[in-house]
């Protein structure tokens, strides 16, 4: 939902805890100062040190790479296999006759797969629990499922080895084919998740998912050996893939225009499709598709592929759930077909006559003429096991389909809170002042909602809708205010919407132990926590009072809050910290280590300041432990 509506992320309370609370994200060890050993396996997302790498690469590939995506086709196309999260599965599918061979169950939300080179197994990142699943092809069964990491996200296989990015832990893991032996790991700036590998399988090209930027990564070192960046204001970038002559880099994206003072419905993200230049690492702005005018409003680029001949691009566009044909050497559209619910993976049959479309939340793959430029048939991949009210949720919460989410398609609740997070975005000129995106995680737990605390049920995402999404509304007849009468009941669209966001859990840290418990580290910093009385504010278990205080922040003429809470702002939940930088409701803190050392003074009252009443290594380990955060309270009883 727009920002309006989250508001749980980082209000700070008026207790010198909330400055503890956002420091996690990096502080360093002091001069002489021993690493304790069990910190050296910390990921670099629990240590908040962004891997730097020269900028720029220089890429020699003469043929189409291997992208992760949602479907794989085996060598000779006969093949295709798609990934089914909600059900934690993956369907395998006879693309000579479109019919089922079989579905198979694997871990826990499954995001992407691919095929080995000789086409005897497949490889499943599951993002739920961490695992890399093995589907062999010829018995068309599970053959293993072991763990890799924390939270795999793309995955793909060339020659002996498979490689996945590591969305939690900002790692790129190489493992042996053969023994699934996880061989190397290195770290990454964050949040990596597209993944392909050139045609030579020499280079590794790596998308992040909030700062638009590419790595690229020697496969055989496992050495970073370049960066470059497809603007500041790119977003939502979770897929690559490379052209077939080897030349360009495809990068389905969402631009977020954060400092327009106007901002409208239309004004506010634009969809994009960014072409790099893989010889020069070069943003090749002439050849960008702007899909909004290439064909009309769509939202949500997430995937594409390309024509035979290489001259035509097909885009998939979750949040409106559609396809775009558009000619490259025009860079406008030639068809405009409607999918379905939350389509995710594209992938181009071997004779180039079909292309096969996966709709997440409907559990369907459609096949497309490409000749005709038509849908030819459909077939179910899986009855999600969802109850019917939730999973209507959540296809509203990842649709702009339809007038009364969105004005033209525009915008979904998932723009902003993609899977459920954050878009790591401050908006300049939101309605009430400058707004940090919260992540979703827990909400239905931490009522009020709103950086100002002033939606007190989550109902109240009916006023975001209108006026963020554009869209007329869920609810037949004005809203209310949203500290007056209840919207609960009034629709029950809006109920099943609220009840999907009910569903929303908080995703494992990295930083705990496997058992889930605290590492020594961060039990010391638990007992930081509590000595410098940051409970005061955010109370465990939520890690929230649920209340308003004014610690410091925010410039009062920029406050515009309609309730007149002016620069106190709603305590936010510390569970999940480690995942939602920037920090405060201004994002003005872009690290935890500067929530506790302001570059600049805050104005008053600053509770979070906590510099003069703690040592390095009490910040140090005080930052582990609300990185750490949710743990598992029964393990850590016993530790």
Wanted: hydrophobic fraction near 35%; charged fraction near 20%.
């Amino acid at each position: 939902m727009g920002h309006s509506v989250m508001g749980r992320f980082w209000a700070v309370g008026s207790c010198t805890l909330l400055l503890c609370l956002l420091i996690s994200a990096g502080c360093t060890l002091g001069p002489g100062q021993a690493k304790p050993p069990e910190e050296e396996a910390l990921p670099a997302s629990c240590t908040g040190s962004e891997t730097k790498s020269s900028e720029g690469f220089a890429i020699q590939s003469s043929s189409k790479g291997i992208s992760s995506a949602p479907l794989a086709l085996s060598q000779d196309g006969k093949l295709l296999a798609a990934v089914n999260p909600d059900s934690a599965s993956v369907t395998l599918v006879d693309t000579q006759e479109l019919k089922v061979l079989r579905e198979i169950k694997v871990g826990k939300t499954p995001t992407t797969l691919t095929i080995s080179s000789d086409g005897k197994r497949a490889y499943v990142a599951n993002r739920g629990d961490g695992a890399l699943s093995v589907i062999d092809l010829a018995s068309l069964k599970l053959t293993a499922t072991v763990p890799i990491g924390h939270q795999p996200y793309g995955v793909v296989s060339y020659g002996a080895y498979v490689f996945a990015t590591d969305v939690a832990a900002w790692e790129v893991i190489k493992t042996e084919a053969a023994s699934l032996k996880v061989v190397s790991r290195v770290s990454t700036e964050p949040f990596p998740t597209g993944l392909a590998i050139t045609g030579d399988g020499k280079t590794l090209l790596v998308t992040h998912l909030h700062n638009g930027r590419v790595t690229a990564i020697d496969s055989a070192s496992m050495a970073v050996t370049g960066t470059m960046g497809t603007g500041h204001d790119t977003n939502l970038s979770q897929f690559i893939a490379i052209s077939a002559d080897g030349k360009k880099a495809y990068l389905p994206q969402t631009r977020s225009n954060v400092s327009n003072q106007a901002l409208l419905f239309d004004s506010t993200v634009f969809p994009v499709v960014n072409v790099v230049e893989l010889s020069t690492g070069k943003l090749l702005n002439n050849e960008r598709v702007t899909l909004d005018t290439a064909d009309r409003p769509v939202s949500m680029p997430i995937a594409v592929e390309f024509s035979s001949d290489g001259k035509t691009l097909y885009v998939i566009s979750s949040g409106s759930g559609d396809l775009s044909v558009i000619d490259l050497e025009t860079l406008r559209a030639v068809a405009h077909i409607d999918i379905g619910s939350q389509p995710r993976g594209v992938m181009l049959s071997k004779d180039g006559n079909w292309l096969y479309v996966n709709s997440l939340l409907d559990g369907t793959l459609t096949e497309e003429d490409t000749r005709k430029l038509v849908k030819a048939a459909e077939v179910k991949l899986t009855d999600i096991p969802m109850p019917p009210g939730i999973l209507r949720g959540k296809r509203l919460f990842n649709s702009s389909a339809g007038e009364r989410l969105a004005r033209d398609k525009w915008i979904s609740c998932a723009t902003c809170h993609f899977d459920g997070g954050h878009d790591a975005r401050t908006w300049e000129a939101f309605p009430d002042g400058p707004r940090n995106t919260p992540a979703l995680f827990g909400v239905a737990g931490t009522l009020p909602v709103h950086w100002s605390g002033d939606l007190d049920e989550l109902q109240d995402v009916e006023i975001t809708i209108r006026t963020i999404q554009a869209g007329k509304g869920l609810i037949d007849g004005e809203a209310y205010d949203s500290l007056g009468a209840q919207h609960a009941g009034r629709s029950q669209d809006l109920d099943t919407l609220v009840a999907f966001m009910g569903t929303l859990k908080h995703e494992r840290s990295p930083c705990t132990l496997p058992s889930g418990g605290l590492r020594a580290a961060a039990l010391r910093g638990k007992g930081v926590f509590d000595s410098l009385g940051c409970a005061s504010c955010h109370t465990a278990p939520l890690y929230t009072d649920r209340r308003l205080h004014d610690v410091g922040t925010g410039a009062p003429a920029l406050e515009r809050n309609s309730h007149g809470r002016g620069t106190t702002f709603d305590t936010p939940s510390l569970l999940g910290i480690w995942a939602t930088a920037p920090y405060f409701h201004d994002g003005s803190a872009v690290s935890l280590e500067n929530v506790l050392s302001p570059s600049t003074p805050r104005r008053g009252f600053d509770p979070h300041s906590v510099g003069d009443r703690s040592t390095s290594r009490e910040r140090t380990d005080l930052i582990l432990f609300l990185r750490s955060l949710p743990f598992d309270e029964n393990v850590v009883k016993n530790q």
